[in-house]
């Protein structure tokens, strides 16, 4: 399955860039199979009684590129922190176990950038942008998984055309920009840990953009 991730992959992707747990993301996770934002395919899934979930019976049953029906997230067993997680679904006194969860690709990319502001946005340098225009921001907007609660993508933009517009680079001057611009243009302010990154991000970023020419 190339055009899949494991599930594993997008818990510690999540945390290591949200600076979150791996059981905080991985609920992130939960919760989005629950809506059914997100879909996993289990590679290989052994089915069993539920009277026997620990054991191998004879009524085993294997299966293999085995959808995972949005169901069976409400009554699922899985240790998160695990470095492997390990699921046990429970459905009409049947359990499906399995360890090699997969995602499409594209909706675990969409629900990363929904679910941390830094990869909302992907500052880039123009390609055959007029010189005067200087550094860009290329604006990728999540199509799908939860939607997020600010419209980081959207603020990429502005920022950056303040940033270009005024010359300004200092960390504690645009974070008061941004805070000020998510409170006007939607009527509520992020957590300023998660302002602070955006914008030290945005600044490693279009530096960049500009030494580069």
């Given amino acids: 399955m190339s055009d899949h991730v494991d599930i594993a992959w997008i818990r510690d992707r999540l945390a290591s860039s949200a600076g979150i747990s791996d059981a905080q993301a991985g609920e992130l996770i939960h919760a989005a199979m629950i809506k059914g934002a997100l879909r996993a395919v289990a590679a290989h899934a052994t089915r069993r009684p539920e009277s026997s979930a620990a054991h191998h019976t004879d009524e085993d049953f294997s299966e293999e590129d085995f959808v995972i029906p949005q169901v069976f997230w409400a009554s699922v067993q899985v240790s998160w922190h695990d470095r492997h997680p390990y699921f046990r679904f429970f459905h009409k006194r049947q359990v499906w176990l399995t360890s090699s969860l997969a995602v499409d690709r594209p909706a675990a990319v969409a629900f990363l950038r929904a679910n941390d502001p830094l990869l909302a946005i992907e500052i880039v ?63 509520q302010t992020p957590d300023e840990r998660d302002v602070e990154r955006f914008v030290a991000a945005a600044i490693s970023a279009f530096g960049r953009a500009v030494s580069e020419g």
């Fill in 125 to 187: 340098q123009p390609v055959a942008a007029p010189a005067e225009q200087g550094p860009r921001i290329a604006l990728q907007k999540s199509k799908g998984g939860r939607p997020a609660k600010y419209d980081w993508a959207m603020a990429g933009g502005a920022l950056a055309g303040h940033m270009h517009g005024t010359g300004i680079q200092e960390g504690s001057k645009l974070k008061a920009f941004m805070l000020d611009w998510f409170r006007v243009e939607q009527g």
